[in-house]
């Protein structure tokens, strides 16, 4: 069963989701609503992509050697029987983490079986959490149902780059839409809420609700209509 998926993103009122050019206090606002609204969604789980969980690693890589082949197969590192869990996806198996924990949640990575024995001994060392769904490029919807039936993951937070949301979105697996709008207008060139090099397939949205909250940041709530 795939886990019900919500977006939880924040942008300027032109779809920038990098906040170092904003307005200190304009982002500071943001990032508390942003976390508070956060754990009122209430996920069993958050995932994101590479690059935004890289955001969480501690020192330079410390690479590891497997003594022995490894099964493609689900491991579920000790001290990660409870959620909410930190997911990301990395399908080549470059992130290096040395820790265990984002934000003080157990890490599960998604992988593809094409991943190296000695990145899942790194993995295994660092008591990170990994599935496999694909052999050479990550299907998005088989991850899905393995974190559900190997994580009881049933409520999800998409709140990744562009890149990730954008392949979550074109694959028809986000459900609902939770966007905060910062009163800020960017204009630079970047990352966005939605982003694939090949465009995506328009995704109609019924709204859900609209709500002014402190610092005049905007929180729109949408369900996406699946075809």
């Known amino acids: 069963?795939?886990?019900?998926?919500?977006?939880?993103?924040?942008?300027?009122?032109?779809g920038r989701i990098l906040s170092s050019n904003w307005p200190e206090s304009a982002a500071n606002v943001l990032d508390d609503t942003y976390?508070?609204?956060h754990?009122?969604?209430k996920g069993d789980a958050w995932i994101v992509g590479r690059v935004t969980m890289a955001e969480f690693g501690k020192g330079e890589p410390v690479l590891a050697t497997a003594p022995e082949p490894l099964p493609r197969q689900t491991w579920r590192a000790p001290g990660?029987?409870?959620?909410?869990?930190?997911?990301?996806?990395?399908?080549?198996?470059?992130?290096?983490?040395?820790?265990?924990?984002?934000?003080?949640?157990?890490?599960?990575?998604?992988l593809t079986e094409a991943v190296s024995d000695d990145h899942l001994a790194e993995l295994?060392?660092?008591?990170?959490?990994?599935?496999?769904?694909?052999?050479d490029d990550v299907d998005l919807a088989q991850a899905l149902e393995v974190l559900n039936a190997e994580f009881?993951?049933?409520?999800?937070?998409?709140e990744g780059g562009g890149g990730i949301n954008g392949s979550f979105l074109a694959a028809g697996l986000v459900d609902e839409i939770s966007l905060l709008i910062c009163p800020v207008a960017d204009g630079i060139a970047g990352p966005s809420v939605f982003d694939r090099k090949e465009g995506l397939p328009a995704a109609a949205l019924v709204l859900q609700g609209m709500d002014r909250l402190d610092g005049d940041v905007i929180h729109l709530r949408y369900m996406v209509q699946h075809r």
């Open 124 to 135: 295994h060392r660092d008591g990170i959490s990994y599935i496999f769904a694909g052999r």
């Open 39 to 41: 754990r009122e969604l």
């Open 80 to 110: 990660s029987e409870h959620g909410p869990f930190a997911v990301a996806v990395d399908r080549s198996g470059k992130l290096h983490l040395n820790i265990s924990r984002a934000n003080d949640d157990p890490i599960v990575v998604v």
């Open 152 to 158: 009881g993951i049933e409520r999800l937070l998409l």
């Open 35 to 37: 976390e508070r609204i």
């Open 1 to 14: 069963m795939k886990p019900h998926v919500i977006l939880h993103m924040a942008s300027s009122i032109d």
